[in-house]
């Protein structure tokens, strides 16, 4: 993952949106992501493996939701959310953005996650491609007009955050202090994506470690006051 395009990263004014990223394009996720046209159709889309590309949107949501324990099923949880509105036109902005770009490089099919959202073909080569021809902004209009669904799209979740998350203003707030140490028991710290105070809505690598180096130096800086046993 090298580039990352943010046209459409912040579309109400509070960094919610999508960003727009390569992934690593192995034939398990192509065929979790692909659109469902049948047992024919997708043998065939995944038999081009070799010459497809995988665009990843990630968005910031602003839908919520929840996860709790289930009372009839100790071992179970039960996870409830609907993605929004403004989140599913986020991810259709997203894909739009992506399309632009995938046929200016000279794409030949551009196929959209849902199954029913017509696949665009062209043999016009490369450089002699525009933005504006006349094929392409026709089936980008039409795509436009079609939302994504709540059910009929296939989306995931990567980098859960906020869990166990930080907070100065004691335990009604967090589950840790600035420092990493829990509330509840004063020799439990906890330094890794749980802690930030809320979702990054991007990739929190440097973030994660950045905030990992902080409570390992402010824990090994208290130890040293402590005398030894």
């Not at 004691?170 to 749980?194: I, K, M, Q």
Request: proline letters at 5%; a positive charge; charged letters at 20%.
């Amino acid at each position: 993952m090298t580039a990352v395009c943010t046209q459409v990263a912040d579309l109400d004014g509070r960094a919610h949106g999508a960003r727009i990223e390569t992934i690593l394009n192995a034939p398990f996720i192509q065929a979790a992501f692909l659109p469902w046209s049948g047992s024919d159709e997708s043998r065939r889309n995944l038999l081009r493996y070799n010459n497809m590309v995988a665009m990843l949107l990630i968005t910031r949501d602003s839908t919520s939701g929840s996860v709790s324990a289930d009372p009839k099923k100790p071992d179970a949880l039960v996870v409830d959310y609907t993605i929004n509105r403004f989140d599913k036109k986020a991810l259709l902005q997203a894909f739009l953005v992506t399309a632009d770009m995938l046929y200016v490089q000279g794409v030949k099919r551009i196929l959209s996650p849902q199954a029913w959202v017509p696949v665009f073909e062209s043999d016009v080569p490369k450089d002699q491609r525009s933005i504006t021809d006349k094929d392409y902004v026709t089936w980008r209009a039409k795509v436009a007009k079609i939302s994504f669904d709540a059910y009929g799209t296939a989306y995931g979740s990567a980098h859960q955050m906020s869990s166990c998350r930080m907070s100065g203003r004691g335990p009604r707030h967090g589950a840790v202090n600035t420092n990493g140490r829990l509330f509840e028991c004063s020799n439990v710290y906890v330094a890794d994506a749980s802690v930030l105070p809320t979702a990054s809505g991007a990739n929190p690598m440097i973030t994660i470690m950045a905030i990992a180096r902080h409570i390992a130096v402010g824990l090994a800086d208290s130890l040293k006051d402590k005398p030894k046993l």
